[in-house]
């Protein structure tokens, strides 16, 4: 099928995204794409352009024609990932002679690329579809599929932060309501782009430059690019999504606590279970001996919470940007900063706060990682199929959306449901679950089987019985997405589950 959209960008943003069907995949991919060719399909490789004598256009005629017959050989980079290597030139040619197009048509290019990834890079294909971060994804495709002569952290950051763009303008789920990743989303896709950023190179100087940039400062102080730099790091990433109504910006640790008190956004119980996008303040001086209450030394972002691990991206830590793991209710914990985000649910791996209860027809009322009933009895291989093939109704989850297209969401069966639904469908046959969408805190009944250590693990640690038990996590989209604690000695459940094992 051609890709749709208004400019080539959005073309291939949507081509990606609907057989990817993870933002941040697509988002790294374009990033990448964007970095060897400037999107553009007929892109001659620049440093060949002279010896050659052809630009873009020529060349592009010239292989289509058949003057010029050095295409596979010539080792000159051409196309949307600047394909080189002789061999996959070659594949590249055939598939573009096989599909009767021009080698520079955009169509074909992206069609060669979806079979490239699936064939001989079937890893790097998985790794688009399950990650975490635009970072994690652009990384991978970075040194393991373009594979560059320079492969430093200079590049993987900018590379990275072309893709956090792209998910900005394409999958940015800001308040006022577009369909993708959440403001909290957001928050945490940004510091992941900077992790690797470090005083030993001076790449951490970029977010004092930032912090600085803004005004007023904090107490009127600007930061000197020796100083502790945790807080500053929270405080740009404010800056940059565009949060510090509700993130405010300081430098220091202690008066960071004090300005989300009074924003009334502050958690001082240590045992919180915290959601991605919070903000994780330690006191290295902590005693574990009940709630601590000391000045603070040290604060991150967490990015996700996986049963009793939270995970935690930090500016400072040992002079860079890394991640940290800790225990829920662990030790040095401080509390935490629970900005008041607009955007919804989070569905990266963590907690997340529960999407509104949908409206039954709504044209698009639910989201990605809801739970939804399927009433129709057709699926599509893609958004704007003509046809599809015949499935069963039943309980299924939302994977994806596509906005204005004729089938807008993708749908995937709960194991046990009846359902066999496996791809796009209408919006007239995806409705609300009677009871109303489960939150994080809700008591629900448990109707037994297995339970995990993860929410997207593979096997189950063992199956307790049926009982009572309250929801301490959501992880949207995940396999196993409801983490639960038996409330009594009925059920001995104490992990993730799947959402058909839950009912309110």
């Known amino acids: 099928m051609a890709p749709t959209g208004n400019n080539t960008e959005a073309r291939i943003w949507n081509h990606l995204k609907g057989w990817i069907l993870n933002d941040y995949g697509v988002a790294a991919l374009m990033g990448n794409l964007y970095a060897e060719s400037g999107l553009n399909p007929r892109n001659l490789q620049n440093s060949y352009e002279k010896r050659l004598d052809y630009t873009d256009d020529t060349y592009t005629a010239a292989v289509d024609s ?3 017959s050095g295409f596979v050989r010539d080792a000159a980079g051409y196309g949307l990932a600047q394909w080189t290597y002789w061999s996959r030139k070659e594949a590249l040619l ?5 599909a009767g197009a021009s080698v520079g048509d955009l169509e074909a290019q992206l069609g060669f690329l979806r079979k490239e990834l699936a064939e001989s890079y079937p890893s790097i294909l998985a790794a688009l579809k399950s990650a ?5 994804a652009s990384d991978v495709i970075l040194t393991k599929y373009e594979r560059p002569a320079d492969q430093s952290e200079k590049v993987k950051i900018k590379r990275a ?9 394409y999958a940015g789920g800001s308040s ?19 992790i690797g950023c470090k005083e030993a190179d001076g790449t951490h100087r970029q977010i004092i430059d930032i912090y600085n940039g803004h005004k007023p400062l904090a107490r009127g102080y600007a930061m000197k690019y020796t100083d502790a730099w945790c807080a500053t790091f929270v405080s740009a990433m404010a800056i940059k999504c565009g949060l510090t109504d509700i993130i405010p910006t300081e430098c220091g640790c202690g008066q960071m606590i004090q300005l989300f008190q009074k924003l009334g956004a502050w958690q001082e119980n240590d045992a919180h279970v915290p959601q991605p996008g919070d903000v994780i303040f330690y006191d290295w001086d902590d005693s574990d001996i009940g709630d601590n209450t000391g000045w603070p030394d040290h604060v991150g972002i967490v990015e996700s919470v996986n049963g009793s691990d939270i995970k935690v991206i930090e500016g400072n830590m040992s ?14 914990i401080r509390g935490y900063g629970v900005p008041k985000f607009k955007g919804g649910s989070s569905s990266s ?3 997340g706060t529960p999407a509104p209860a949908p409206s039954a027809g709504s044209p698009l009322a639910f989201r990605v ?3 939804v009933q399927f009433t129709g009895s057709t699926h599509y291989a893609n958004a704007n199929a003509a046809s599809g093939p015949a499935c069963k109704p039943g309980k299924a989850r939302v994977t994806a959306i596509s906005k204005n297209s004729k089938h807008p969401y993708h749908l995937i069966a709960v194991s046990g449901s009846g359902s066999t639904v496996y791809g796009w469908v209408d919006a007239s046959t995806v409705q609300a679950i009677a009871g109303g969408a489960i939150s994080v805190g809700d008591t629900v009944h448990f109707a037994g089987g297995p339970h995990y250590t993860s929410a997207n693990a593979a096997s189950s640690s063992s199956s307790p019985k049926a009982g009572p038990a309250k929801v301490t996590a959501i992880s949207k989209g995940a396999k196993h997405p409801y983490h639960v604690v038996h409330t009594n000695g009925q059920s001995s459940v104490y992990g993730w589950v799947d959402a058909d094992r839950v009912t309110k």
Request: charged letters at 25%.
């Open 132 to 136: 975490k971060s635009v970072r994690e």
């Open 66 to 68: 058949g003057a010029y």
């Open 161 to 169: 932060g072309y893709g956090q763009t792209y998910l900005s303008k």
């Open 319 to 332: 002079d860079a940007v890394g991640r940290r793991t800790l225990k829920v209710n662990g030790r040095y």
């Open 94 to 98: 055939a598939y573009v002679k096989a």
């Open 369 to 371: 990682g809801d739970v």
């Open 176 to 194: 006022a309501g577009k369909e993708g990743e959440t403001m909290r989303q957001k928050f945490v896709s940004m510091a992941a782009s900077y």
């Open 349 to 351: 791996a963590g907690t």
